[in-house]
């Protein structure tokens, strides 16, 4: 990757990602994003939930309304505002996302650090368990799960923490096998510091960066996962604005009414986009050994 | 070798028996489908009656028993809703769903391959630029929703392709490209960074300097060389598929076990569920145990313990 100025290696992580292309834009993106949902209330033009069927299936740019109001991105079978919709719609991706990745980066590093800590057997049956999880249709699982229990949003979030601990568990446990028989570690147990405080003191500040760098592809992954599921009606239930229930929706009027699928679709792809680029320019800035 | 082999069979037999009870408990945990099957205003008489004839009065030990038995017997009971066995249900779809998976793999290898060598000799090129621009934004388009869009364009706009149902060879256009997108995204990316590191290596500096023909530095020396990561997605990739499609064959009315899975579920078409979850896990463990092999054979490091 090619940067715009030299870089100085007293810079932060932060300055140093700005400075490539795809961390700029990555942050851009999610920051905005974010930003704009959280801020929903204040600037969405419309109520989300509020039908107006003397507008239905407008085009984007329609209006005014009687109290002066545009539908810049169009409005839905309801006559609900698209814009509006998806400003919420990607309030409810986010949740979702962020929970989830931190429910299982947390777990799932903490199983990692401990497998490789400890080693024996602890470390044979939690990775045994991953190996397990890996050969299973999560996908599928996931589906059964939601439609026979409930597609409340803590459930959703369950299944996508569930489904993707594993990763974090490996590369948690890769770096502390690392570290673990490192000088500086087997100097720290010399001088009788406890078994506790060289998890804290050593391992974890060397987990945290590829810890990070995963957290924000997975951030990714669960966005697309959560609008998947929302989509095939195993999610997220209407009326609640997700994206995958907007373009489902959207998906009966493709042919008179084409904003109505492909919008909620272009903002699940920038999120997605700008968390994997995040992710990539991490990976960069952390570990120079991949340039 | 064969202890390994036979190790991993039996593991995959577990993980079946493992997921179908979990299945199996998951959908009676949920509670009582009967009175879904029957019309409204039936008598609590008419839905006991259906519920003895189901099975479904007994305790559930009783009833997982009862369809372990029968499957041994290759009876997976019948549907609720389409009134035929499961198995015949199945025969029907699945052939469906093997016949798109292995188009879209195919589709995604063919594409790939050279997508991902020419990026990565050709650097900054207008190929590496494509290249880079497909994975990018396969690995962040979900796949229904690049279906939808193939469908608007080609379908709705243009009018050129049939955008659902099974027919002629036009109908899998679509299909095979929204489910393929994602792993020819994903393969292209690993190919061209696995090249870019293996380009580097002293010993294409070698094959260059002994004055071998270009063409056979990069395909026999770099591309050998920069293969097996590849290999491993691409193993990853046939699991990922028959995930996929689930979503595809829905977008696309695809008559597959996929859109048949999700019709079942939210139909709470019980042994239709479980047939599926039976099916798909099978091909899936099946598939992941024989790439599991395969690698063995292809890299001796790989120890067979």
Request: net charge positive; glycine share 8%.
């Amino acid at each position: 990757m090619k940067t715009l100025f030299p870089s100085k290696t007293k810079d932060t992580t932060l300055i140093r990602m700005l400075r490539r292309p795809k961390g700029f834009i990555g942050l851009t993106l999610v920051l905005s994003l974010a930003l704009a949902s959280l801020l929903a209330p204040f600037i969405a033009p419309h109520d989300p939930l509020k039908q107006n069927l003397r507008w239905r299936n407008s085009p984007p740019g329609s209006g005014p309304t009687p109290d002066g109001k545009y539908f810049l991105l169009g409005t839905d079978q309801l006559g609900r505002d698209m814009l509006t919709r998806i400003l919420y719609g990607v309030r409810v991706s986010i949740v979702v996302a962020l929970a989830a990745v931190f429910i299982s980066g947390i777990v799932g590093s903490v199983l990692g650090i401990v497998s490789g800590f400890l080693g024996g057997i602890v470390d044979t049956v939690i990775m045994r368990l991953v190996d397990i999880q890996l050969s299973l249709p999560l996908f599928l699982i996931a589906m059964v799960w939601i439609a026979f229990t409930s597609p409340s949003l803590a459930n959703i979030v369950a299944v996508i923490a569930i489904w993707t601990w594993t990763q974090y568990a490996r590369v948690a446990r890769a770096s502390t096998l690392s570290i673990r028989n490192m000088d500086f570690v087997e100097a720290a147990r010399a001088t009788g510091a406890s078994a506790l405080w060289i998890l804290f003191k050593h391992i974890r500040p060397n987990v945290i960066a590829p810890v990070i760098v995963i957290a924000s592809l997975q951030f990714g992954r669960a966005i697309i996962l959560e609008a998947t599921l929302s989509f095939l009606g195993v999610g997220l239930q209407p009326p609640t604005p997700a994206l995958g229930v907007m373009v489902a929706n959207g998906r009966q009027y493709i042919d008179t009414a084409w904003w109505q699928a492909t919008m909620p679709g272009v903002v699940i792809m920038l999120l997605a986009l700008g968390a994997n680029f995040l992710g990539d320019t991490l990976r960069d800035v952390w570990d120079p050994r991949l340039h | 070798m064969l202890a390994y082999i036979a190790k991993r069979i039996l593991q995959a037999l577990f993980v079946l028996f493992v997921l179908t009870a979990f299945v199996f408990s998951l959908l009676h945990l949920s509670g009582d489908p009967t009175a879904l099957l029957l019309p409204a205003d039936a008598t609590p008489e008419q839905i006991q009656q259906m519920r003895e004839w189901l099975g479904l009065d007994q305790p559930i030990v009783v009833q997982y028993i009862r369809y372990l038995a029968r499957l041994v017997h290759g009876d997976l009971g019948c549907s609720y809703r389409m009134n035929l066995p499961v198995l015949v249900i199945i025969r029907e779809f699945l052939p469906n769903t093997l016949l798109l998976g292995v188009f879209a793999i195919l589709f995604a290898t063919l594409l790939s391959l050279p997508l991902g060598v020419i990026a990565a000799v050709k650097r900054d090129s207008p190929v590496d630029f494509a290249a880079t621009l497909i994975a990018t934004l396969g690995q962040s388009m979900p796949t229904f929703w690049l279906a939808i869009l193939l469908i608007l364009a080609f379908g709705v706009k243009l009018r050129l392709l049939p955008v659902s149902g099974i027919g002629g060879w036009k109908h899998f256009i679509l299909p095979i490209i929204s489910l393929g997108w994602y792993s020819t995204a994903l393969l292209t990316r690993v190919l061209r960074s696995s090249m870019l590191e293996v380009l580097n290596a002293d010993y294409v500096m070698v094959a260059r300097s002994k004055g071998l023909h270009e063409a056979s530095v990069i395909l026999k020396h770099a591309l050998r060389n920069a293969s097996l990561p590849v290999i491993t997605v691409w193993g990853l990739q046939l699991g990922a598929v028959l995930m996929g499609s689930v979503a595809t064959e829905t977008v696309f009315a695809w008559p597959g076990i996929g859109r048949l899975t999700v019709e079942a579920v939210l139909g709470r078409d019980y042994p239709v569920v479980l047939g599926a979850v039976l099916v798909f896990g099978t091909l899936f463990v099946l598939l992941n145990t024989s790439v599991d092999l395969v690698y063995c054979l292809l890299d001796p490091r790989i120890s067979y313990t």
